[in-house]
Structure formats: C-alpha cells, structure tokens
C-alpha cells in the first residue's frame, strides 16, 4: 500500500475507526473499506484505464512514448487470478538476505517460456513461438516483434545471441558449460539468428528438458541480457584495455567480475530489464531497502489489453528472521510466502484480523524431512551394509513416524517417502508405500537375517568386524519448519530400540557442503524436495559430487570417470535412466524413464522419508487482489511467488 | 612527552601487523571457503550448483591459494593502495560498502555513548555521594540488570514492546517510507522514533561499569584528608567534589574513554543485527558468516587498528590530565 510519509496506513485506519466523523471519513472509508458498492463509479472509469497514471503523466509531459509504441506488436497475455483492478500502490516485502535475488525472480522475470497456469508445461513469453524439431535436439524461437527494454531500446535476436555465444560462450565467464545449456558431450549448443526476431538453437543431441529449464525464472531469466548496455564492458565489442581500465577504475580485478556487477539487475539500478519491474535502490544500499519500479514497457498485458504490472513499486527491506516475522504479524508485509517460518503461523493468526492481512495455506515444495544413508560410504563394510535394501527398509520402518507427528506438528504433518507425489508427470501408481509402516518387530528380524545378530553391553548390534552400528547423522539446524534437531532426536531413541546407535552431529551449513561434497559422512539429515525433479535431478540420481546420497558416484559421473569412485549397480542403474531421461527424443520416452527413477527409489528406500509439513503460510494483505486462492505450490523452481503471476496483482484502493 | 608519545606510536606498529596476521589467520580457519559458503547458502535457498562449475570458479579466484599468498596480496593493495579489496559476495568495493554504512553507524555511536557517559557519570558521583541511599541502591540495581540482560534479548523485547503497544514497525532505523527517500525534517524525526531502542539497550548496558568505577574511585577519595581539609576551610560541597575527588576518581574513566572508539565503528553487532539496522555491524556479521575473507578482513583490521588508536589516545590523554602518569609515578 502507499503511505504518505507522515500518515501511515495505520493510522488512517485508527483515524476511520472512529475518532473524526464528518465528510472526510466518509470519503476515506468509502474508498478504504466499502470498494463494491461505495466506488464502483469512480472504479468503473478507473478500471477502464489502459496504462497506469503515472505512465500517463510522463506521456504527457513528453518524457514517454505512448502505450502503443511501448507494447510489443502481440503483447503476452497474463494469466489471471481474479477480477477487474486499479493501477498503484507500492507492494512491501521483507528478506534476510541483501544479496538473495528472490524477489528479481518472483516479480520480475521475464524469460522465452515461462510455467501456464498449471505449472506443468512451458508456454511461449517474451517468444511468440517456441519449437523443436522431431527429437528435440534443434529449437526455433520467434521472439514477439517490437518487444523494448526498460530504456525504449528495441529486444532483438542479437540480444539472445550475445547471451548464447558472448556470455554462455565465454571460457572467462562460463569455464565450464552450466547444466542448463549444454548438450550430453558437455558442449555449448550452437545459436543462429535467421531474422531479427528468429533465432535456431542446435544441441548435439536431443535435449527435451531445454524448454523446462527456461521456464525456471532462476534459469530462464538469465537468457534475458541487454547487449546495447552491456557490450561497453565486454572485450569481444570494447577494446581490451578500455574493458580493464573501467573494471579497475570500479575496483574490480578482473573484467568479468565488473561485466557481472553491471549485468546484476538485482544490485545495478542502471541495467535496462524486460521484467515488470526494475530496481531504483539496491537493497545493499546502507537503508538496507530495495525500491521497484514498474517497467513502462513491460510486454505483458491483461485480457483487456490493460498493460500490465497494476501495482507501482515493490519495497523489499532487509531483516532478521524475528524483525521479519513481527513485521508480517503487524501487517507491514503486503504479499509474503518465503522466508515466513511455519512454526509462526500461529502469530499471524492472532493478529491477522486485527491488522488487516489474512493466512493463506500453500503446498510446501521440499519439506520433506528425510535421512540420506551415504550409499558411497568410504568404509567398504558400511558401504556394503548401506547397500543392502533390506538394511535401509529395516532403518525406515523402525521409525515411528506418528508419533514425531503428534508431538511436533500436533499430528497434522504428512507421512511419506521421498518420491513424486500424486500430480507430478513422473508419478506412478502405488509408489512411496514401501517400508512406510512404524515395525519394529519386522525391523529387527530384517537386521537378524542380516547377520547383525551380536550385541555390545549397550545393546549396540555388532558388524561382522566386530565394530558397532554406529552411525553419524550430519544435518544443519533449522527450527522454521519441522524442528530438526527434535525430530531427529526421537529418530535416535527409534533406532536404539533395534539396536542402531544414532549420533546427531547440528553442523554449520559450509562444515555440512563441505564434508557431503568430500564424502565424509554416514547419513544425511536434510529436506528433499519432490515435484519437478528433473530440474534438479541431483536429488534423485547422483549426478554431482554434492549429492546426498551417493558423492562419490555422484563425481564420476560428473567427471566422466576421471575422479569419485564407480557407481554401485544400483546406483548405475539410476544413472542410466537419467541418460535416457535427459536425451530422449519424446515425451513419452522421458516420461518413462523419470518414472522408471522414481519406481526404482520407491522399491528400493534409498532415501528415507519421516514427515512434510502440512503447509506454509503466506501472509496477505486484504486490500491485496488477484492471490490464486487453489493452494498453490511455493517452490524454488517455479520462483516460488510467481506461481500467482505477481504483474497481475493490485490493490483494491489502487494509488 | 613527546619521548612518551613516540614510544606509544612505536609500540602501536608490531601490535597491528600482529592483529591483522591473526584476524586474516582466523577468518581462514572455518572449513572451506566463500564458494563453499555460497553453495551452501544457495543450497539452502533450494539452488543446487553444478560441482565442477564451483572448482573453475575456485581457480579463477584464487581462492586455492596458499594463505601467506593471500595474505601478502591483501596487505599489500592495504598499504600501497589503501585498497581493502573487493567483497565476494556483494561484488562490490570493501571500502565503498563501508563508507556507505559510516554516517549512520557514526550516528548510533556517538548517540549512544553520550548517553551512556551522561547517564553513568551522573548516577556515578551520585551514588557515591548518596552512598547505601536509596538511590545509590536503585542507581546500582537498574544497571546491574541493563548488564546483565543479553543486549539482543532487550532489545527483541523492546520491538516487541513497540510492536504490541504502539505497532511500531520493527527493524531498521526508518519507517518504509523513509527509508531510501531524501533527508527531510520528517526523516529526522523518523529516524529519532527508530534510534531510541538501540541507544536505550546499548547505552544502559554499558552504564553499570562506568557507575561501578566511578561510584568505587570516589569513595576511596571522599575519606581522604584533603577533602576533609577542603570542607574545613568552608568550600562548598558540589565544588569541593568536582574540583578535587572527582578528577582523581575520572582516572579510569580516562583510561578506559579511548576503548569506546572501535564501538563508534562496529556499532554492537548483534543488536544491530536484530533490529536490521543498516550499521556496519551486520556487515560484519554477514561476512564472517559467509567467509567474505576481505570484507571480513577489512572490517576487522580497522575496528582493530581503532582500538589500538584508542588506547594510545586514552594513554595519551591520561598524561595530559594527570602529571603522576607523565613522570611514570603512578
């Protein structure tokens, strides 16, 4: 909401609640509290507007073209989440993180392809058309014609190509290609501009989850770069020594990280953006705020050709988690999912009527809280005994599950095993079920017939060494979801009871990248996401050095065998369906294997699962319109907020 | 006393070189480095890194290298090219990151230490004139709770006490709509709204040890015959205290004065962390967190080397006032 300095919303409030009665209360209140009936006069003309006012006036003034010279020739469409709305209004935010880009993605994206309204499939953006051919190695992109930078300049197909082969390209800024834009052999695909809105991107071999990876605002958004502001810093259109001059006369040693500086939309107010909005004031600025503008030559509009984002700005201030949460709780937070924690929920509830916001319920994305056995273990006897099936179904079912539920989330958590959920396109029926049940007795025999018959004087079983059970569980502490360290506490008295020593090791999160990253762990406490995971299959299939569950393995694929250690059969297996997932040449065929992945975890429990958060909350000002309102899903890879379009957002009082 | 002051300057070379070795020495020790904190940080923000992008990274950084290497190279732009060198995660400048957080921490700082010095002195002398009243008693129990409440904890109850009472926004020193808006009389004010909590907690807190000492010093001197003598010859009471006793018992108080220069700086990291205030305090402790070894560096090789100005200051300054310093008598 905007609040003149002076008299915030708050006390406009107090105001109407009853001190002054006269004409200017009912005014104020008319427009303030009563929208439907008191203003649909002034609304119905207000709503009509094709362009927000502010826009307007600098059209007049001269200082803007006008909307028709501004919107693309087809503009994009937004999907939308509610009615008719006004332009205005400034939209406040909060953020623990000066340098999180978050919010750039959330509110501000603008990518070829971006999620449809199901976020299932990748529908056409700033492209009018976005096609491949038969097997999916060689795609077409028709960018929408008269597309323009924030600064008036025109968006065209050399912009794309400097992204592809002066950006992607480079040994300096890309020593190696990114997951997101290479083919299988690990080699930069090949762009090519066919016209000045026509570009062909040719991989070496079929790259079906391309499109997706686009549709990610983190991945997508990246492909969004301003040649005519950008090539000032870079030697391949500047000359060398200008190039070096300006990065140290920046204070930066190299080139490259001066060209990342101004090319960070997020920090550098100067860089033009296709996004809805663009930063006036950095949030590393000494206010520690970050201001928004609406970009005026945004391409979306909604169904009524009204240009779009409806609301003015965007504040996003950084605070500590408790300054942030009672920041929500006074209702100063306009629209916020991330960063709220769970366990504060009941906070916003006490205060949301009385503050003017509400609660909505979304689906939590990885907040499954799971134990990864590290199945590269580098002891050979504990890797052989985290190898056998039967082992890791014995730890799962020795777990009482429930009962972690009753007494940490009063029994509303969710119980399941780290697969696709129902819904997701690599879910299949039945999976997620095996070894889900709390057994103790079935435990402990599937140990027995394991040989792990001997016991030490603390009850402890004995490996055929003679060593005991004795395991290390590495997890980082978190207390804004599903309280780590109490969870896992009732794991370990779980496990004591079949004779498995558990010792919880809370470490920082660079000890925890560190020591997963060289293989040195026994299990891995952490939460594991499950829809979509083919966008960031490491989860599932060890395909880096910082998998959880297999490092080692995880490094010889990545490394092509040059270093880590080979992959198990098993794990082998895994692998193979996703070289058959990432290069297959239809949708089928990549359905398939996914599937075939996700079979294969089910049947096999190589992560187990203990307990998902039931929802998270997400704090919204009444005034606020145009929130889905179907539980959607608060993921990374849907750019968390984005999934509600946040251009077609508005406030019910518009400025 | 310029031999004094000399020795002092001399003295103040090695104890720096040592300080900045050391800080460097210990910011490196955590495991892994700033990519690794960045991974991880992304990681848990739901961003998986491609591994073997990470190591091509590490190379072109030189973050692999040697420590004495690092090392060198840093004092090196430090002493050559007053260059503290660029912050990893800002990508930005050590010294322009701070230069912006300067005034406001300048603010904070001397706010509260004027404070704090009005305050402690008065209730100081105070209380040890009213010695075993009920002032002196309060005097003594209200600090000893400002010190021993964790500042944090004060000033979370404090926001919280704004927050329910008069729904005060929490966090920083400027309401939204302030805070990136020029400076106006109206920022002015909103800017005194927000600085009473942090100057409130931090202030009293620091009081108790100043009232302590001075209270302490000032009875060992009220006793002493010449203040008796003093009072013979029909001085009046308030001059007799502030032309004898006190001057003695302010020794400490001088001693001890150069040590608040660093926290001039540093602005009290972790209330300002706590109540978002944009001071370099939070820098820092964001810098250490995520292993920016030279913002890190940098914040504290010059809360170092203010410290040690500080006592040179404070040493220097107990010469001026007390001649039994300047001879080496006391």
Redesign the interface.
Known sequence: MT????L?R?SFVQLGAGMIAGVALVTLAGCTFDAPAGTAGAAGTKTSLKEAPMLTKLVKEGKLPELAKRLPAKPAVAASFGGTALYGGTL?R?QL????R?VMQAFATASFVEWDEDNRKPVPSLAEKFESNDDMSEFTMTLRSGLKWSDGEPYTADDVLFVMQNWLGNK?MM??A??WFSSADKSVPQAEKVSDTVIKISFTSPTPLWPKYLSNP?VGGQFVKPLHYLRQFHPDFTDQGTVDAQAKA????SWD?YF??RD?TW?NPDVPVMGAYRV??SA??????A?LERNPYYYKTDADGRQLPFVDRL?V????Q???D??A??G?LDFQAQFLGYNTTQVYLQNAEKNGFHVDRWTPA?SLLSLCPNLSHKDPEIRELFSKKEFRGALSQAINREAINKSLLGGLGVVMQPVAPKGDEYYSDGIGKNFLEFDADAANSALDELGLTEKDSNGVRLMNSGKPLDFVLLY?DATTEIARTDAYSMVVKDLANVGIKLTLKPA????????R?TNDYDIDGTTV?QTKFDL?P??YVPT???SHSAPAF??WY??AGESGEQPSADVQKLLDSWDALRTATSDDARVKAGKAIMKQHSDECYMIGILALPFVPVVINNDLLNVRDDKPEL???LGRERVTKPEQLAFATGE | MIRFIGARILYVIPTLFAISLISYFIIQLPPGDFLTSQIASLEQQGQTLDPAYVDALRQRYGIGEPFWVQYGKWMGGILFEGDLGQSFEYGRPVTALIAERLPLTLILGVTTLIFTWVIALTAGVYSAVKQRSFADYAISTVGFIALAIPNFLAALLLAYAGFTLFGASIGGLFSPEYANAPWSWGKVIDLMNHLWIPVLVIGLAGTAGIIRVTRANLLDELPKPYVVTARAKGLPEGKIIRKYPLRIALNPFISTAGWHLPSLFDGEVIVAQVLALGTTGPLLLGALKSQDMYLAGGIILIIAVLTVIGTLMSDILLAVVDPRVRFGKA
């Open positions: 609040s003149t300095p002076g915030s708050r406040k909060g993180d000066a340098g999180d978050g300096t020593p190696s990114p997951y983190s920046a204070g930066f040693d990280k990342a500086d960070n920090t006036i004031t590393s600025s000494a206010s520690g705020t201001d504040q201030q950084i605070l500590a408790e300054a942030l009672l920041r709780a006074n100063d990885g980082v920082d999160s660079t000890l925890y990248t560190q020591s990253t996401p960031e490491v989860w880096g050095g910082n995880g490094q990545a490394s993921a990374f890879v």
